[in-house]
């Protein structure tokens, strides 16, 4: 293995999601700057794909399709299939950015606009714009995520509140209730994510 020996065992712990929150993001900035270690990660989520699909793990093929396409965005974005890739935690919002960059400059200047960039059995993701607050909601199937990829919300989930800013990412869980509140003077442009639970 040809990493840095503070991320021995690392990338497999990372893989398998074992690593907290901070030391997985330690472990994929690493791998962004390192080529080869990018090269590694990818080939232990291609071994973990290969062994999923060989296996019979006691979930429905749903619940393994949604795990083969969270691995298979790990480090992955890549934009030029025409099939958008699942947002999660580590998703790159300047990527996002740059590939939509046509679409978000010809959003129309209207309070709320959405366009659906991916639409299936499993997944919604669309792009909005929105210089308005979102009203509070509650989805007791669909796990509800976003990317912000500019300005800056406020999102009260249940009793927390999140203040995100440009390139954080939110999983609302399911049945909790949610809302929006711009408090940028730019409007939020985000992708949203509406996965069937």
């Known amino acids: 293995m040809n990493t840095n020996y503070k991320l021995d065992g690392k990338l497999e712990d990372y893989v398998l999601g074992l690593l907290s929150e901070d030391e997985s993001a330690l472990v994929w900035q690493q791998c962004q700057s390192q080529p080869g270690l990018m090269q590694e990660l990818q080939a232990l989520e291609k071994t973990l794909h290969q062994y999923l699909a060989q296996s019979a793990l006691p979930v429905g093929e749903q619940e393994k399709q949604r795990l083969f396409d969270t691995i298979g965005s790990l480090g992955n974005e890549d934009f030029t299939g025409g099939l958008f890739p699942l947002i999660h935690k580590y998703s790159d919002s300047h990527a996002w ?17 959405a366009k659906t960039l991916r639409h299936d059995a499993e997944v919604e ?6 210089h308005a607050d979102i009203p509070e909601e509650i989805h007791h199937n669909l ?10 919300c406020t999102c009260l989930v249940g009793e927390a509140t ?9 999983e609302i ?20 994510q509406r996965l069937a639970a």
């Open 97 to 113: 950015k740059a590939a939509l960059q046509n679409d978000i400059t010809r959003m129309p200047d209207k309070p709320f606009y």
């Open 162 to 170: 999140y203040e995100l800013n440009a390139g954080d990412f939110l």
């Open 173 to 192: 869980p399911l049945d909790a209730e949610h809302n929006v509140i711009v408090t940028s003077e730019e409007p939020v442009i985000a992708i949203l």
């Open 143 to 152: 796990r509800e995520s976003f990317l912000l990829l500019q300005g800056t």
């Open 125 to 130: 993701i669309c792009i909005i714009k929105t």
